[in-house]
């Protein structure tokens, strides 16, 4: 089960850190990535971490301003997003998978899901 947390409402340029707690013993087993979806749009890659955090990839439209991250001791990923924009609104979805191929932007390779949280930036 993974479930999101830290979302929420920012002005443009602010900063929100997302957490995905994940339960069970095998969280290091997962590669994680964050996804994000608008109203009217589909699914969009964000990020992802590898199952060790010793690589990340992160989709052009972030790439500068958000960071993935990961405490495998807490089974915790976690979004760190910095000079948020209006167009960063969306609720946003981490996941799980155990392909190993990095930087898997594809969701359907992901196999667990959290619940979705919202972020909304006001400019």
């Known amino acids: 089960q993974l479930v999101e947390s830290g979302g929420g409402l920012v002005q443009a340029g602010g900063s929100l850190r997302l957490s995905c707690a994940a339960s069970?013993?095998?969280?290091?087993?997962?590669?994680m990535g964050w996804f994000r979806q608008a109203p009217g749009k589909e699914r969009e890659f964000v990020a992802h971490?590898?199952?060790?955090?010793?690589?990340?990839y992160s989709a052009d439209s972030v790439k500068g301003r958000f960071t993935i991250s990961r405490d495998n001791a807490k089974n915790t990923a976690y979004l760190q997003m910095n000079s948020l924009q209006p167009e960063d609104s969306a609720v946003y979805y981490c996941?799980?998978?155990?392909?190993?191929?990095?930087?898997?932007?594809?969701?359907?390779?992901?196999?667990?899901w959290g619940q979705g949280i919202q972020v909304t930036v006001s400019s």
């Open positions: 069970g013993r095998t969280f290091s087993s997962y590669g």
């Open positions: 996941a799980a998978t155990l392909r190993t191929t990095m930087g898997i932007r594809n969701p359907d390779e992901y196999a667990y």
């Open positions: 971490i590898s199952r060790t955090g010793g690589n990340t």
